[in-house]
Each structure stands twice: as structure tokens, then as C-alpha cells.
């Protein structure tokens, strides 16, 4: 079956520091998403990457999709503390499937 | 237009109870997941349903647990004879289309077996 790979698995910057979060598939991607979810709280979708090589921006994010639709990134530039949270990329390969969730890059900001 | 609503948002059942839970998709929604996760843990795909059929069940396990989404009416997450292991959050999410496109996650139910 797929795999999603996401890499670091923790990561503790200082605020104002830059963060960076990636994603892995075993299989060519129809398209990737991501999600943040705040510690208690509920995942909640940030971006589709569809094309490949496609980069998206939201502010101080950068979403990223590999050339071969096989990985993506995810940028933050100079962290805040609103940023804390577990950020998920999940993997679609197509057709009736289900989505696959990578396991989730956990962010914590030191004030 | 209300988000997904997942209730209850609290469930304390003891040992070989059954847990019910309940999630209404977004409107217009026709597609539902529901996922499993565990304390500092990722989210585990459990059921993909459309309405009146399980389109990917691969998650579920082959015991105790099944899921319903009805023509009518919520989808509903069934656990029978709770164990220990089962305490988890269990999350829906809904999109407009398959593939998962754009899904939005309700609150979670946060399931205690005690």
C-alpha cells in the first residue's frame, strides 16, 4: 500500500526562526494536501498541490510539490507562536481511494 | 452554511459497551472519511463511505466496528464491546467530491473507555 513519509517528526524552533516540513510518497500523487491542527483541536485543510513542480503561497507559507508529484514541502517563514501545531501532508493517488496522512510534523515555538 | 458536526464530543463508555458516533457532513457533502488518532499520534484512516455504501473499508477493523452513512440522517461510527485500546479521537471529514478535495474535519469525539 502507499506510504507517506514526513520528516522531522519534532520540531522546536525559536520564534522568528524558519521551519521547514516534508512529505514523502512511495507512489505518484494526483494531488497532496496539508493540514494543521492545533494541540485539542481538529485538522484543518491549508492547501491542494495538483501540478507538478506548483508552488502556493498563503502569507508566511510556502506549499511545494515535487517534480515527479512525489513529494511536497512546507515552508513557514519567521515562526510565530500562532504557528505551533502538527502539521499533515496527506497523499491522494486517484480515482475511489482513500487519502493516506503522513504522520505529521509536530511544531513547537519558543517565545 | 454549518460545518461538520460530530457528537457527541465527549464518550465515556466502560469495558464491552457499545459506542456510537455520530457525524452530519457538511451540506451538499456526499463524501465521508472517518479516521482514528491516538494521543500524539497521526490520524489512521478507518472508512471512506458515500451515501448508503462503504466505498473503502480498509481501515476498519474486521471486528467490533462498522460504519453506516444512510440516505437519510448522519453517518454513524459503531463500536461494539468497547476495550481499553479503543479510547482515541475519531474524527469525520467531509468533501463535495471524491478524492478528498478540500475535506473538512468536524471536532472529533473523544471516546474514554474506562
Known amino acids: 500500500g502507499q506510504q507517506v513519509m514526513q520528516i522531522p517528526q519534532y520540531q522546536h524552533v525559536q520564534e522568528g526562526e524558519d521551519f521547514t516540513t516534508y512529505c514523502n510518497s512511495s507512489t505518484t500523487l494526483s494531488n497532496i494536501q496539508w493540514y494543521k491542527q492545533r494541540p485539542g483541536g481538529h485538522p484543518v485543510f491549508l492547501i491542494q498541490?495538483?501540478?507538478?513542480?506548483e508552488v502556493k503561497k498563503q502569507k508566511r507559507l510556502t506549499f511545494q510539490f515535487g517534480e515527479a508529484k512525489k513529494n511536497s514541502s512546507l515552508h513557514i517563514t519567521a515562526t510565530q507562536t500562532t504557528d505551533v501545531g502538527t502539521y499533515f501532508c496527506a497523499a491522494y493517488s486517484g480515482g475511489y481511494q482513500k487519502v493516506t496522512f503522513g504522520t505529521g510534523t509536530k511544531l513547537q515555538v519558543i517565545p | 452554511n454549518a460545518g461538520v458536526m460530530q457528537n457527541p464530543r465527549h464518550l465515556v463508555r466502560r469495558r464491552g459497551q457499545e459506542a456510537r458516533l455520530r457525524c452530519s457532513p457538511m451540506k451538499g457533502h456526499s463524501h465521508v472519511y472517518w479516521y482514528r488518532q491516538l494521543p500524539e499520534e497521526g490520524l489512521k484512516f478507518m472508512v471512506y463511505l458515500q451515501k448508503e455504501n462503504i466505498i473503502d473499508e480498509s481501515g476498519m477493523p474486521k471486528e467490533r466496528f462498522s460504519a453506516e452513512f444512510p440516505k437519510e440522517g448522519p453517518s454513524i461510527l459503531r463500536i461494539q464491546q468497547v476495550v481499553r485500546g479503543d479510547s482515541a479521537a475519531y474524527f469525520c471529514a467531509s468533501s463535495l467530491e471524491a478524492g478528498h478535495t478540500e475535506a473538512f474535519f468536524g471536532q472529533g469525539t473523544r471516546l474514554t473507555v474506562v
Open positions: 498541490l495538483v501540478k507538478s513542480g
